[in-house]
């Protein structure tokens, strides 16, 4: 067996090699004691491809859920928040908002569907890849090209509405991902359907809202609660000073635990010695 330095792979999720050999792609859990999902939730391995949790059991597993159920996960959940470069959001008005849907999934095909049902989604701008996209996503290949850059309708637009990360069936994940980080750094209205609790999680971190966040609470109905809120904001007014605010605890919260990230990504960059492909997965990437 060899190490993924000596292929000059970056580990983070190099699983998803494997997924068009399935005893391959099992074998890299039995033969690994390191996994590196460090861009991605525990749910990665779980629900998107349901790994077997005997496979992982002992292993230690790098990752960016928001919190770490044992001792072998270690999860840094602002991760995010690291992403991609910092901007400045300026008020503007010229689309109630934005929604841009990349992976597809249930829940954001729905979203879009309610939107239009209301009769408010003209008044905005959405993508939802690759059937509707921005001119920004038309020469995108994968949804991954899709939240490369900021589109110039997301400066023109005043809320984001986004679906956070979900199983394409829309099962939230337990994991926030830059679709939030994004609008608390720069200062961009927004309201998310994450989680139930995210909101309660980001409260923890010291943001303010003043938003109806009863769909926050694991309840029945509380995609159709998210639905009824986003369409009351369209029309609503914004208090920016709390989106500043907002800004303000985020851009904080970012410098506090930047070392914290650097240290995480080293420890991710080191793995590249301690995970492991055997001579059959090299084959199967092109390698003798």
């Known amino acids: 067996m060899r190490t ?17 050999r399935p005893n391959l792609f099992k074998r890299f859990f039995e033969i690994n004691n390191y996994i590196d999902i460090s861009t991605e939730p525990l749910e990665e391995l779980t629900v998107r491809y349901n790994v077997d949790p ?3 059991e002992n292993s230690t597993i790098y990752c960016s859920s928001i919190s770490a159920a044992s001792n072998n996960i ?15 959001y300026m008020p503007n008005s010229n689309y109630k908002f934005i929604t841009m849907n990349g992976a597809t999934s249930t829940t954001r095909t729905e979203f879009i569907s ?3 049902s209301a009769e408010v989604l003209n008044q905005g701008v959405h993508s939802l890849w690759p059937s509707v996209s921005l001119p920004s996503e038309q020469d995108a290949t994968t949804h ?15 809320y984001e509405f986004e679906i956070e990360t979900c199983s394409t069936s829309g099962a ?25 609790g ?18 926050d609470e694991d309840v029945d109905n509380r995609f159709d609660l998210y639905v009824k809120e986003v369409i009351r904001l369209i029309n609503a007014p914004v208090n920016f000073s ?16 930047l070392e914290k990230y650097f240290e995480f990504k080293k420890q991710v960059k080191d793995l590249g010695d301690k995970i492991y492909l055997d001579n059959q997965m090299a084959g199967h990437l092109g390698y003798v």
């Open 114 to 116: 309610k939107l239009e």
């Open 242 to 257: 709390i989106e500043q605010k907002n800004k303000k605890i985020a851009r904080q919260l970012y410098n506090d635990n």
């Open 172 to 196: 939230p994940y337990l994991f926030i991902s830059e679709k939030t980080f994004r609008p608390l750094l720069s200062g961009k209205p927004f309201l998310n359907y994450g989680y139930p």
């Open 144 to 158: 991954f090209d899709v939240k490369k850059t900021l589109p110039e309708f997301w400066y023109r637009s005043l």
């Open 4 to 20: 993924l330095n000596e292929f000059n792979f970056d580990s983070c999720c190099i699983h998803k090699k494997f997924l068009d």
């Open 198 to 215: 995210m909101y309660k999680k980001l409260k923890e971190y010291g943001f303010i809202f003043d938003y109806n966040l009863s769909f």
């Open 54 to 56: 005997l496979l992982i």
């Open 74 to 88: 270690i999860n840094f959940p602002l991760f995010w928040m690291y992403s991609r470069p910092l901007v400045d």
